[in-house]
């Protein structure tokens, strides 16, 4: 999925063998929906050669959830965004739930280039400065649940609001927290595409808490949020 996986667990007599189910099913899920391999069936989708109908069952699954979360933001998350086919804004975090159910472990961390989805705890999540390797923005103790990020510092400019075609102006980076990593993940993403007017949408939220940066220094958050410290106005400017 061109990202790192890792796997923390906190019980000394976990058997590291049964993390391999976990890493399997990731592999499959990556032949499937991988948007760089010719051969995956999201390639062949949005080429025209495999019809939706032929699809395997959890791509058909995928693809209705992605619809759902486009008519609940309104557009702003799109699995067709920059015109191809390319779920990964929901399939990573629906993929990583699975892998965490497969562990069987109880005090679990998986961390899916920075989203997590936590089981057992509390864990402390460290939320990274959106312009600063060296900084943290937010500090969070959760008590399983899921952690998203959706910001440009990994991959640069990647995101994209559907409904224009452009990158979203006035955001550095919108995180949030849920039950679920899946759709916190398309939230985050959906979030960040809104521009600065990601911080009321996420406002409406139920079940879900987020924090905002914003490129003039604010950072916005969610009454439910629970990060501590988070920045100082401008300092995530600075």
């Known amino acids: 999925m061109g990202m790192p996986v890792t796997a ?8 590291p063998a049964a993390l391999d189910p976990a890493f399997a099913w990731l592999e499959r899920v990556d032949a499937l929906f991988s948007t760089y391999r010719p051969g995956s069936e999201i390639r062949r989708i949005d080429a ?11 791509v058909r699954g995928v693809l209705a959830r992605c619809e759902a979360l486009r008519r609940a933001t309104a557009g702003a998350f799109d699995a067709r965004a920059g015109g191809r086919l390319d779920p990964s804004g929901y399939v990573k975090g629906w993929a990583l739930e699975r ?16 989203d997590l989805v936590l ?3 509390p864990w402390r999540v460290g939320i990274r400065h959106p312009l600063r390797r060296d900084r943290l923005c937010s500090v969070l103790e959760v008590a399983g649940g899921a952690v998203a990020t959706s ?8 995101i994209l609001d559907p409904r224009t075609g452009r990158p979203p102006r006035g955001v550095l980076s919108v995180t949030v927290t849920g039950p679920e990593l899946a759709t916190a993940d398309a939230y985050a993403t959906a979030a960040f595409a809104m521009g600065a007017a990601g911080p ?8 879900y808490e987020a924090m905002t ?26």
């Open 99 to 114: 892998a965490a159910a497969l562990t069987g472990a109880r005090e679990l961390c998986l961390d899916g280039g920075g």
């Open 48 to 58: 025209g050669t495999l019809a939706l109908a032929d699809a395997d069952p959890l």
């Open 8 to 15: 923390r667990v906190r019980d000394p007599a976990f058997d």
């Open 151 to 158: 910001a440009t510092y990994e991959r640069g400019q990647h």
């Open 200 to 207: 009321a949408w996420t406002a409406s939220l139920g079940g």
């Open 213 to 238: 940066v914003l490129e003039d220094g604010r950072v916005l958050s969610t009454s439910g949020y629970r990060g501590r410290p988070p920045l100082a106005a401008r300092a995530a400017a600075a």
């Open 119 to 121: 089981r057992g705890g």
